[in-house]
């Protein structure tokens, strides 16, 4: 992994350098920009004799979100010093908190619709993405997706994400240019390792909804008994810096609903081997299709836990239920 990354990192490293070297002669007290300036210089060369991104101590490969965070980090975790590793905590912690707060409101109401999510990181913080915007004319735009990586790099991708679909839903733009134009800006802002599968859908008080499923997982749209599959139409946002996007258009039913998830849910595995799979998910919304979101994604996650025998996901879990009231 550090491999793919290193020519964007030694770039970074390379104009980080330029900047501290101007700035070093630009005061006569500069000796913390110098030392900066001796660690840039010093990453730089452990590229040059293949070194780069291994821990001084072990020699086993440093994490890759922290050195993405940090490109000159030299220890893994496990050789951080006892304050540090109290900082790396503590950060952690923080990363935690305001990504909770980046959330949607979970009275999210709109005209039309009731809604419902469940928002679990498999460990302090997540890269899946979960969120509800109004438009001006009081539809909804919804978002669930997730973004590639693991950590505190794969939070910060989120809240990328979720600045940058707050900033194109205000300009009013058809789904498919919204979506090419959030692509574009994540495809040229972030490392090209880096990018997220989505669905983006727009839900009008009428009942028509247009969805967009960008190399995601397939929506379930639950009629009654029947769940019908809203499959992939595209590439992960961010693949490409030109890419476009097919919208489906649907009439959506009083008492229909659009079931979104993560692979948290789909992938997960039970004591054999067996992964749970969206065909038994299928079958469980078509049972209980007469719930509420709330109720729908309770019942999923209860039978998730009863499939894993009780023990949490292995990875982020996010569920979304959008309902057309009665």
């Given at each position: 992994m550090v491999a793919v990354i290193e020519p964007v990192l030694r770039g970074q490293l390379i104009e980080r350098r330029e900047k501290l070297h101007a700035a070093a002669h630009s005061f006569h007290e500069a000796t913390d920009l110098r030392r900066l300036l001796d660690e840039v210089d010093l990453a730089l060369k452990r590229m040059d004799d293949g070194t780069y991104g291994l821990c001084d101590l072990c020699h086993e490969p440093v994490e890759t979100d922290r050195l993405i965070a940090n490109p000159l980090t030299r220890l893994c975790i496990g050789h951080l010093s006892e304050p540090e590793q109290r900082e790396l905590e503590d950060d952690l912690e923080l990363a935690s908190q305001i990504q909770k707060e980046l959330l949607p409101r979970r009275d999210y109401k709109v005209d039309g619709w009731d809604i419902a999510y469940y928002y679990r990181p498999a460990g302090l913080v997540s890269g899946d993405y979960c969120d509800l915007i109004s438009a001006p004319d009081e539809s909804l735009y919804f978002m669930l997706g997730d973004v590639s990586g693991k950590g505190v790099a794969a939070s910060m991708l989120m809240a990328h994400l979720q600045a940058l679909f707050h900033t194109l839903t205000s300009i009013d733009l058809p789904l498919d240019r919204l979506l090419e134009r959030a692509s574009r800006v994540f495809c040229e802002s972030t490392l090209p390792t880096h990018y997220a599968s989505l669905i983006c859908g727009r839900a009008k008080?009428?009942?028509?909804?247009?969805?967009?499923?960008?190399?995601?997982?397939?929506?379930?749209?639950?009629?009654?008994?029947?769940?019908?599959?809203?499959?992939?139409?595209g590439l992960p946002l961010g693949i490409f810096c030109s890419e476009r996007f097919t919208v489906e258009k649907l009439e959506i039913q009083k008492s229909e609903t659009i079931f979104l998830y993560t692979d948290g849910l789909s992938e997960t595995r039970d004591s054999f081997g067996n992964e749970y799979g969206i065909e038994r998910l299928s079958h469980l919304l078509g049972k209980n299709?007469?719930?509420?979101?709330?109720?729908?994604?309770?019942?999923?996650?209860?039978?998730?836990?009863?499939?894993?025998?009780?023990?949490?996901?292995?990875?982020?879990?996010?569920?979304?239920?959008?309902?057309?009231?009665?």
């Open positions: 008080t009428n009942g028509e909804l247009e969805i967009c499923n960008a190399g995601h997982l397939p929506a379930l749209l639950v009629q009654g008994s029947d769940v019908a599959r809203i499959e992939s139409s299709s007469g719930l509420s979101p709330a109720s729908m994604i309770e019942a999923s996650i209860r039978d998730l836990s009863l499939f894993g025998n009780g023990h949490a996901p292995a990875d982020d879990l996010t569920i979304m239920a959008i309902q057309r009231r009665q």
